[in-house]
């Protein structure tokens, strides 16, 4: 079944926002690899490959549904950040937005009883809390820290060991 036009434009504006994602979190990678905080650098730039995936399952689904993928200008992101409390602050504001999205597109869905994409959309819904919940995490630990170089070091350190697992394929799935 072709997929409905105001799911489709939605879905688009989405894989815009993912692909926008990506390069805010390299861009941020790319700031804390210049402060010399490669653990931090680590943990945002497996950020921007999840984005980069999630974004590739909603343009795989919109053709699947035998819809037309649109590829929009991506918008430019800040590169002067002046420390890791700030990016991270501003991960997590820029989560909620892309949560606010999905449910919208999440509404459109049930509004136009396009169950298919409700079902996929879960998945997103269900991603996006544990997205807000990893930002926040890190956002109010820099707060805590403050000023200490020793829990900046700490932390740095514990953020270097995420890497990335593609959780759009189904576990031990080949990548398409």
Not at 61 to 66: A, C, D, G, K
Not at 98 to 106: E, R
Not at 138 to 151: C, T, W, Y
Request: aromatic share 8%; charged share 25%; net charge negative.
């Amino acid at each position: 079944m072709k997929i409905n036009k105001k799911i489709e434009d939605a879905i688009n504006k989405q894989i815009n926002a993912e692909l926008y994602s990506a390069y805010l979190y390299l861009g941020m990678s790319a700031r804390c690899t210049e402060m010399n905080l490669k653990g931090m650098a680590n943990w945002l730039y497996v950020q921007a490959q999840e984005e980069m995936t999630h974004a590739m399952k909603f343009y795989r689904f919109v053709l699947e549904r035998s819809g037309h993928a649109v590829m929009p200008a991506i918008e430019g992101v800040k590169s002067d950040w002046k420390a890791p409390v700030e990016m991270f602050a501003a991960a997590y504001e820029h989560e909620q937005k892309v949560t606010a999205m999905i449910n919208n597109i999440m509404d459109i869905a049930i509004s136009e009883r396009d169950h298919a994409s409700a079902s996929m959309l879960n998945w997103f819904v269900d991603e996006q809390v544990e997205e807000e919940a990893n930002s926040s995490e890190i956002a109010e630990k820099l707060k805590l820290i403050g000023e200490s170089k020793e829990g900046l070091f700490m932390l740095d350190k514990e953020l270097s060991t995420r890497v990335f697992v593609d959780s759009t394929q189904p576990a031990g799935g080949a990548q398409a």
